[in-house]
């Protein structure tokens, strides 16, 4: 009877031995193999590495006001989206890189609203990588879908706080009463990277 315990035993130290030889097969440093004997011991590492992500949220949809204008500019439209960006890289950067399309879903070289007739109207957009009443300079978006030359900084917040941290002024070429009639629409799609 002890001989059959003893065989048992053997056999169970072994599979344990098994197991964990191969949960182990990996390059952690403080691996270690479980020898052959009454007791066997295995150690492994558990790594996890997270890497850089940001988020863009909180924004809205922006209706353009159209402001009067004398000759010979005429009059123009803008207006002002702010929203959040969160960023874990370091020192919670970010670059921004914006597309647009006219309200058909095409793409297009600039930014541009478009209405039913195939009639546009150009835009300009610049960037403020702080909330609205921060002291910081607006920055030109190019509208050949490059990315911001400059590194901004996000919020190392999640949902920024609920504060939004970033703002984007939008304005129309001039003499808008030159324009046709009509309901001139357009997509601005923001995309961010960690930096």
Same mark, same amino acid.
């Given at each position: ?20 030889? =191969? ?24 790594? =996890? ?126 003499? =808008? ?19």
């Amino acid at each position: 009877m002890g001989a059959i315990r003893m065989k048992m035993f053997k056999t169970l130290a072994l599979g344990a031995a098994v197991s964990v030889g =191969l949960l182990g097969a990996s390059t952690a440093t403080a691996l270690t193999q479980g020898d052959l004997a009454n007791e066997s011991i295995g150690i492994f590492d558990i790594t =996890l590495e997270i890497g850089s992500v940001v988020q863009i949220n909180s924004l809205e949809n922006l209706p353009l006001t159209y402001v009067p204008g004398d000759s010979p500019d005429g009059g123009k439209a803008n207006g002002i989206v702010e929203f959040c960006v969160y960023s874990n890289a370091a020192s919670n950067g970010y670059k921004i890189t914006a597309t647009g399309a006219y309200n058909d879903g095409s793409n297009q070289a600039g930014f541009a609203l478009g209405d039913n007739s195939g009639a546009s109207i150009s835009y300009q957009a610049w960037i403020k990588a702080q909330a609205l009443n921060a002291s910081s300079s607006d920055i030109a978006i190019p509208a050949n879908g490059g990315p911001v030359s400059t590194t901004l900084t996000g919020s190392g917040t999640l949902n920024c706080g609920n504060t939004d941290n970033t703002s984007i002024f939008v304005e129309t070429e001039n003499n =808008l009463e030159t324009k046709d009639i009509g309901n001139y629409i357009g997509t601005l799609t923001l995309t961010v990277e960690p930096a």
